[in-house]
């Protein structure tokens, strides 16, 4: 459960860190499973080469295979999923979130990577711009399994903006937030970038913009990441949002 303080922290900033939140033989459980995975190529997976972001390599490159995110973990392991619907993070969720909760199957639902040399640079964007809910009010749970800061990829997130409006020309055909406008600009200057320690808990506002740079160490930087909604916010019948179904916690 969080305190009062935590809780206007994340409504008035659109995140919240919270150091040391799990164990060493909880994180350390579930990089071990994920390099295991990652070394055996366990499909589904998501490459660098199929997004094209900058600094990903080409179709025709040798580093093409080279992995983004391990993909639909929940599923593949009993030490995944134990960790993603447990009450210790059931219990930080519900300070923010009204129950029932769900974790959404359909996003996330992962573990992201970045690669030594063959990693990409992820730009300003909210994760809601793909997604398809009716209230569009979830939250997302980043778990550091490793070091993350600025020289491996680390996250970036710009305070409140999770509670700004938009104009659509703020965002290019992809959706990510132009870089360009002088008007986006003053509002990029207000970035932090975090810095976490394995163990450490991201929460974070699927409207919270946020970015990564690629990863210029020679360590492969990995997190858990998953996204969770209320029972209310239910996904839009024909959207990707619904193509699975969510896993309600207890």
């Known amino acids: 459960m969080l305190t009062p303080e935590q809780i206007d922290t994340f409504f008035s900033q659109g995140y919240l860190v919270l150091p040391n939140f799990c164990s060493e033989q909880q994180w350390q459980g579930i990089r071990d499973f994920a390099e295991q995975q990652l070394q055996s190529r ?3 997976v998501e490459l660098e080469s199929d997004l094209e972001y900058p600094g990903a390599p080409t ?7 080279t992995i983004r995110r391990l993909k639909q973990v929940v599923d593949r392991s009993p030490i995944i999923r134990d960790w993603a619907t447990s009450n210790q993070v059931a219990s930080v969720l519900k300070s923010l979130l ?10 996330h639902n992962c573990i992201m990577t970045k690669q030594p040399e063959f990693s990409s640079d992820s730009w300003w964007h909210q994760d809601l711009r793909y997604w398809r809910y ?3 009010n979830l939250v997302s749970t980043w778990l ?8 491996n990829g680390g996250l970036m997130v710009i305070p409140g903006s999770h509670k700004w409006s938009y104009q659509p020309h703020q965002f290019d055909s ?5 870089q360009d406008l002088p008007e986006n600009q003053a509002l990029l200057e207000q970035k932090v970038k975090l810095t976490l320690n394995p163990g450490d808990l991201l929460l974070f506002h699927c409207r919270t913009l946020h970015a990564a740079t690629r990863n210029y ?9 998953f996204t969770y909604r209320t029972e209310s ?18």
């Open 42 to 44: 366990a499909v589904p």
């Open 59 to 65: 179709k025709e490159n040798d580093a093409a295979e």
């Open 98 to 107: 009204p129950s029932p909760l769900y974790l959404v199957r359909a996003h």
């Open 134 to 136: 009716s209230e569009g």
């Open 144 to 151: 550091a399994l490793g070091e993350e800061n600025e020289r």
């Open 174 to 178: 992809n959706l990510f937030f132009r």
């Open 217 to 225: 160490t020679d360590q492969t930087k990995m997190a858990a990441v």
């Open 233 to 250: 916010d239910t996904p839009i019948e024909g959207s990707r949002s619904a193509e699975s179904e969510d896993l309600k916690l207890s």
